[in-house]
């Protein structure tokens, strides 16, 4: 059965070159992107409009120009600002792309730190930022060519990459114990998150859910509102409804099957929460979906 994959393992590029540039918009291509992490760096890049993510549990609103960099293994979502719309680019790129053959201390100095959580930055930087400035050329080359394949393209990408991190780097500082265990905490969190993409069609407890991570249920319930900015039950349901969405727009499903594989039991329950999350019933958003794709 379909589900949202929360540790996206999915080589962006090739794995010679793991490197891929998309472009969104919301709600008009997609919905929301929940909550998943990965292995690269990515910027989030708003073109226009604005759009909401979050970061370690850290809500921001991007608007025309912002910038969002999100270093490895951070655990980071996109949505809808309320009833706005929002146009963005993702560049994402593996930290091997920095690496050379053989041993590279240039690597080790500067890529490494940033992977294995010892160097840290500041995530969000407004259009009119100095980090903002400084890098926006290399992105908006990097945006404005990602559809070419001329035979220098690589290294045109590669020499943005490069300045790229060598802002990055100047503008990072060490990573505080504080926040490093923060993290740490925040990363066990990942836990909970693969027993609801594993158990979301059967019942799910708290208790089970903060047992697979360590933690007491009060400490488990605070630190994962922290980290998500929703209760662990309405973290649940809204990835419940993700799922159902998915499936109403890509099968033939019934919308009381639909609601079953999802995991609601009580289908006007799921009619009532389903609209709430996207202003229209079932069958709507279907004939929605499929209208879109003619």
Known sequence: MDC????????????????????????????????????GFELIYCEGGSIRTALWGQAYTLRAG???????????????????EGEYYNIIFHPS???GAGGDPCYDKYVLPFVNGER????FHPADSDFCRAVMPCV?????HRRESYSTYELMVKSNLFQLLYH???????????DRCLHLSYGKLKNALYYIQNCYDREVSIQEAAGRCGFSESYFMKLFKDFTGMSFNAYLVDYRLELAAKQLSETD?????????CGFHNHSYFTRAFQKKYQK??????KAARSARE
Do not use: Q
Request: hydrophobic fraction near 40%; include cysteine; charge should be negative.
């Open 4 to 39: 949202a994959e929360l540790h996206e393992t999915k080589i962006h590029g090739s794995i010679a070159f793991p490197y891929s540039v998309y472009h969104g918009r919301i709600p008009e291509w997609i919905h929301s992107f929940p909550l998943h992490w990965h292995e």
């Open 253 to 261: 499903y019934k919308v009381i099957d639909v609601a079953e594989n």
């Open 168 to 178: 990055m780097t100047r503008y990072s500082v060490p990573a505080a114990g504080g």
């Open 120 to 123: 840290t930055m500041d995530c």
């Open 97 to 99: 792309i920095f690496k």
């Open 66 to 84: 912002d910038l969002l960099v999100i270093l490895p293994h951070a655990v980071h979502s996109i949505e809808r600002d309320g009833p706005a």
């Open 281 to 286: 019933t079932p069958l709507a958003y279907r």
């Open 140 to 144: 908006l080359s990097m945006v404005d």
